[in-house]
Structure formats: structure tokens, C-alpha cells
């Protein structure tokens, strides 16, 4: 999908890029605030409600009107892809703030507005919104960079982009900035699946806002191949004499082991035979093809 909200983000970033000339961007500078910033502040607040009550109808948003982009559109987000977890890196060059991540969907901040935690971003918004004349504090360089890092990822979202890797496992050829010049994203690598074929997870999983996986078509070929594997493995470990000669006296079924075929043809048997039953899986392998995917917590 063309994403019509990324060349407003864009526009939004120049601002921002603009101000990082002006201000020398530091820990010490985060609590600046002017009417510039501000307004960019605003701007990407109407954003962000446009953006998240359209993701919201896409992905199986019930309501048909009178959508709330917070307690609905995000909240309904957040259930589905795990918002509050995504991190978002700081990676201009004009940036030096120590604080390099940001989790901008974490609602941590008391709203000054109902006294429930809130996005830190949401807060700054509604006190410009309602009260600007007496909220020019809440436009400040940190409240800024919040709200930029969230219509960030709303937008990767929103175009929902598959990045074709070739053979990179390791995603070296992925543009982890994906087009912005602000920020970056942290990218889940390809660890491998399990016997069963789920996708194995590192503990960061959560917090990357792309993985890498399988193409879908190698995915197909590794799914089929796998059901070859089972078949062939078990064709050969009923051919072979030490098997035959084991259920000659035991049932099978009352294995109470970790791992059947090692312990009945032993550690030299059963190297054998795994590697007879994945042979075609080795070529299979050898020619794959990977792809990062938007993170949409649907593994």
C-alpha cells in the first residue's frame, strides 16, 4: 500500500532537522520549548489521529464512527501488535541525547488533563490543544521527539513495506533507518524455526519493529520438505537392525526417553540417519531466501 502519510512525515522531519541546527540537541536542551516546536507537535498529533483511526478500521476495528484515536484506534493496535513494547532509535547525527530508545506507546505520563496515565506525547497534545496559552511548556524538543518517534512507527505500519534480503540472514543489506533521518528501528534476525516450524524468538522480539523470515515460497519448500523428512527418517529407522531388533521385545509406545531414535541406534546410528533423512533439506537450505516483515506479533 502507498502510504499518503509519509510524505507529511517527512515534511515533519525537515522541521525537526531544521530545529536540531538551532538548538544543539542534548540531555540538557530536552525541556526546551518554543511555539515552533509546538506547532510541529500539533501537526503530528492531527497525524497520528488520522493515521491510527484508519489502521484501526483495516485491522478489525469494530466501531464505524465516532472512533477515539486513543481509548479505540491505539488501544485496539496495541492489543494486536504489542505497540507498547516497539522501540524506536535516535540515530541523527545531531542528536546527543543519552536516552537513545524510545518506547513512545508506553502510556507512563499522568495526563494533566484527567489524571490517568497517558502517552507522554497524548499529554502534551491535549494541553496545547485546550490550553496552549498556558501549556508553552509542553511544547519542548522532548515531547517533540515522542510524538515524532510514534507517527514513525504508525507509518511503517500503515505501508506495512516486505523488504526481499536475498540470502541475508542477518539483515546487513536491511535500511535500518527505513527512509527516515531521525530515527532507526531494531531489526529481530533470523534465528531459525523449531522442529515443528515455529519461528524461534530472541527475547527482544517484542521491541523490533521488523523480523526476518522465510519468503513465502521458501517457507512452502521448507514446510514440504519437512514433511518428506518425518517420512524418510521414518521409513529408515524401521529398516534398520537395531530397531527391528528392539521392538522385537519392547513397545514402542511405552518409550518413556527424551529421545527415541538416539537411544535405540545410539550416538553414530543416529547422526547417520539424520543426515540421510535432511539431505535434500540441506539443499533446500542452502538456496533460501529471506524477507523482513513488519512485526505484527502474528507468528
Known sequence: MSNIYWPVYKNLERGVLDLSYSIHIDDTQLSVYSSQISDLILRASAEIESISKEL?????????ERIKYDTDALVHLNNLWKLESKVVLISSANCFQTNKELKPFIQAETSTIHGRLTYSWNNSYQNLKHDRANSLN???????????????ILNLYYKSEIILLYDDTNGLNFPINLGSDLFSIKLHKWVGHDETLNFKKSDDFDECLYYVHY??????????ESEKINEKARKLLE??????????????????????????????E?????????????????????????????L
Open 56 to 64: 484501526y478500521k483495516q485491522n478489525g476495528g469494530v466501531k464505524t
Open 215 to 224: 519468503t513465502e515460497s521458501t517457507f512452502e519448500e521448507v514446510k514440504a
Open 270 to 298: 543416529h547422526i547417520k540417519l539424520v543426515i540421510e533423512a535432511n539431505r535434500k533439506y540441506t539443499e533446500i537450505f542452502r538456496k533460501a531466501n529471506y524477507e523482513a516483515v513488519i512485526n505484527k506479533q502474528d
Open 239 to 268: 529398516e534398520h537392525p537395531k530397531y527391528i531388533e528392539y521392538i522385537a521385545t519392547n513397545d514402542p509406545a511405552e518409550y518413556q526417553g527424551n529421545n527415541f531414535i538416539y537411544d535405540i541406534l545410539g550416538a553414530d
Open 138 to 152: 509542553f511544547g519542548s524538543v522532548k515531547y517533540l521527539f515522542d510524538i515524532m518517534s510514534a507517527l514513525f
